[in-house]
Nanobody, 128 residues
Framework: QVQLVESGGRLVQAGDSLRLSCTVSGRSFSVYTMGWFRQAPGKGREFVAAISSSGGTTNYADSVKGRVTISRDNAENTMYLYLHMNSLNLEDTAVYYC???????????????????WGQGTQVTVSA
């Protein structure tokens, strides 16, 4: 059974830093692109960042570029995906989801519809 479980979301103040984690188990996604998405109240799902299977290529949304770093640890049995966020602002408030691509051919520029496996999300709330 494939499981993606996010953690690390919490209430923070504007300007703070935060690291989100995603634990992936049940199958290997070591050759798949992985990504982070978010959804704010009343808004649609928004791409945040993606990373290639090797970790050598990344892609970031303009809204987070320069403030966010995505990384991954392709451990043998359990894979980890991270999102380190700096200089958080009110617009970063959202539920954050990690996701695995549908196939190994999906690259870091893919839209959310190219991801087939999703976690339940972790809430990040930024206060003024």
């Amino acid at each position: 059974q494939v499981q993606l479980v996010e953690s690390g979301g919490r209430l923070v103040q504007a300007g703070d830093s935060l690291r989100l984690s995603c634990t992936v188990s049940g199958r290997s996604f070591s050759v798949y692109t992985m990504g982070w998405f978010r959804q704010a109240p009343g808004k649609g799902r928004e791409f945040v960042a993606a990373i290639s299977s090797s970790g050598g290529t990344t892609n970031y949304a303009d809204s987070v570029k320069g403030r966010v770093t995505i990384s991954r640890d392709n451990a043998e049995n359990t894979m980890y995906l991270y999102l380190h966020m700096n200089s958080l602002n009110l617009e970063d408030t959202a539920v954050y989801y990690c996701a695995a691509a549908r196939t190994a051919r999906v690259d870091v520029r893919a839209g959310w519809y190219e991801y087939g496996y999703w976690g339940q999300g972790t809430q990040v709330t930024v206060s003024a």
